[in-house]
């Protein structure tokens, strides 16, 4: 019966042309609903890490769902700690060939993990073979039906006719009704001149994430003294900020969310980082080094309140 139901939903969630909504009623989503804006930030020895997580909202009375665009954005800063010379003849100094390798962000919404009324309806960017040069976070939706949502507050403009949106409200901060469909065409291109990506979005139902390796420098430690090759060049990502963008959509099916968490979504966003120290292997040979993978995961907490509903 679910299955039907979804298949139902899926039905009517496509772009519709009903209540009065005609293809020259859709608009930007960006542009007509206000988003909710949180930052994380995590420290992890001296490097710093950032993540912006906006999410835009809607509700359609039609199916009873709300729906959820969410654009996050990494900040990931690891110039801090980086060390080239792995051929530092003080004994004392044990860490050599100091860099970042790896990334992983997970956002979800607790409680839901393997609940069918959440779940992740589409996200992007995909997994990449490593050899791409940059990578596309695209995202492509329509909706049409009895829609409401919290509205960015547009003023009437003299050379045009009134916006389809109540301003009184706006200002109140409420939401308001729309007479509108809503749509969303949005497409982010960055630089991964040296970076892997691999999407593990849905693979707890709800969950967005994404894993980005970094390519290491070449080095070789061989037997005691015999066969080091030194350490090359730090790829550009592991010594400097890497920005990843991605985006995704939830969908929230029966309300039954609003009736488990009426205040809002709880929603984790967890990020773990992998750094690589190449630490002396005998102190009789200081060029003798051993991989140690230092891996830490840091999660901040933070509450999405649900779109605007019109009392029935």
Same mark, same amino acid.
């Given at each position: 019966e679910w299955l039907k139901a979804d298949a139902d939903r899926d039905t009517v969630a496509q772009p519709l042309r009903t209540e009065g909504v005609t293809d020259d009623k859709f608009k930007d989503m960006e542009d007509v609903i206000r988003s909710t804006e949180s930052r994380s930030v995590f420290t992890f020895l001296k490097n710093v890490h950032q993540i912006t997580t906006n999410v835009w909202s809607v509700y359609n009375a039609l199916t009873d769902e709300d729906w959820f665009y969410v654009r996050q954005k990494g900040t990931l800063a690891a110039s801090n700690m980086i060390e080239e010379d792995a051929k530092n003849p003080d004994p004392n100094h044990r860490m050599r060939g100091v860099f970042t390798d790896y990334y992983r962000l997970n956002t979800y919404v607790i409680d839901f993990l393997r609940e069918k009324e959440l779940f992740l309806h589409q996200s992007s960017p995909q997994t990449t073979t490593g050899g791409e040069k940059e990578v596309s976070s695209g995202v492509k939706w329509d909706l049409g039906g009895k829609l409401s949502g919290s509205v960015l507050c547009l003023p009437e403009k003299k050379d045009k006719p009134k916006e389809a949106v109540d301003n009184v409200k706006c200002e109140l901060k409420l939401g308001a009704e729309l007479t509108f469909g809503l749509t969303l065409n949005k497409t982010f291109t960055?630089?991964? $001149?040296?970076?892997?990506?691999?999407?593990?979005?849905?693979?707890?139902? +709800? +969950?967005?994430?994404?894993?980005?390796?970094?390519?290491?420098?070449?080095?070789?430690?061989?037997?005691?003294?015999?066969?080091?090759?030194?350490?090359? $060049?730090?790829?550009?990502?592991?010594?400097?900020?890497?920005? $990843?963008?991605?985006?995704?959509?939830?969908?929230?099916?029966?309300?039954?969310?609003?009736?488990?968490?009426?205040?809002?979504?709880?929603?984790?966003v967890e990020v773990s980082t992998r750094m690589v120290m190449?630490?002396?292997?005998?102190p009789a040979c200081p060029v003798n080094i051993k991989d140690d993978f230092v891996r830490r995961s840091q999660r901040d907490r933070a509450v999405i309140p649900y779109p605007y509903r019109p009392e029935k």
């Open positions: 960055y630089d991964i $001149p040296d970076v892997a990506i691999r999407s593990i979005a849905g693979s707890s139902l +709800n +969950n967005a994430g994404w894993e980005y390796e970094i390519r290491r420098p070449h080095f070789r430690s061989g037997f005691g003294c015999v066969g080091f090759e030194g350490l090359g $060049p730090l790829t550009p990502m592991s010594r400097a900020t890497f920005q $990843p963008l991605a985006q995704w959509m939830w969908r929230v099916a029966d309300s039954e969310a609003r009736k488990i968490m009426p205040s809002g979504f709880l929603v984790d190449m630490e002396i292997g005998i």
